[in-house]
């Protein structure tokens, strides 16, 4: 037995318990974006936001990696596309229509997708340089 070093159980537990990111269920991460892009649109409102799409689509982008910084990555395509629906139906149709405009609405979601990714790899290298 000499020269075999001995671990404590417990402590392999803690630090694979401290390996993975805090994440968010995909239903409250939907429920965040939902929250965020309801609540986004007034303060777009205010600044006149809303006549400037792309200043828009930043602002939800910033929106989407802020909630992806608590999501898993399975919850990024439900949450993009309620940031989108919001995007589309009162930023570029206006008075809460939606409809495809085929490329450019692909662009758009990739964008919003991408942002929330980031986020959630923002979160996952973070917490790996931690432990």
């Known amino acids: 037995m000499v020269g075999v070093p001995r671990r404590m159980p417990s402590a392999a537990v803690r630090t ?4 993975q990111p805090w994440t968010y269920s995909t239903p409250m991460v939907c ?10 649109l ?4 205010v600044v006149g936001g809303l006549h400037h ?17 608590r999501a ?15 995007y589309d139906g009162f930023i570029v149709h206006q008075q809460g229509e939606l409809a ?16 929330f990714l980031l986020g959630t790899t923002i ?4 917490n790996a340089l931690r432990v």
Do not use: K
């Not at 429920?31 to 986004?40: D, E, K, V, Y």
């Not at 799409?53 to 910084?69: E, M, R």
């Not at 495809?100 to 942002?115: F, Q, Y």
């Open 123 to 126: 979160a996952r290298a973070s």
């Open 72 to 86: 898993h990555p399975r919850a990024v395509p439900l949450a993009a596309a309620v940031c989108w629906l919001f």
């Open 100 to 115: 495809w405009d085929g490329c450019t609405d692909v662009s758009r979601m990739g964008l919003l997708a991408g942002a």
């Open 42 to 45: 007034p303060m777009l409102g």
């Open 16 to 19: 694979r318990e401290r390996s």
């Open 31 to 40: 429920a965040a974006a939902f929250i965020g892009s309801a609540c986004l």
């Open 53 to 69: 799409p792309a200043a828009a689509l930043a602002a939800y982008c910033t929106l989407s990696l802020a909630v992806g910084l």
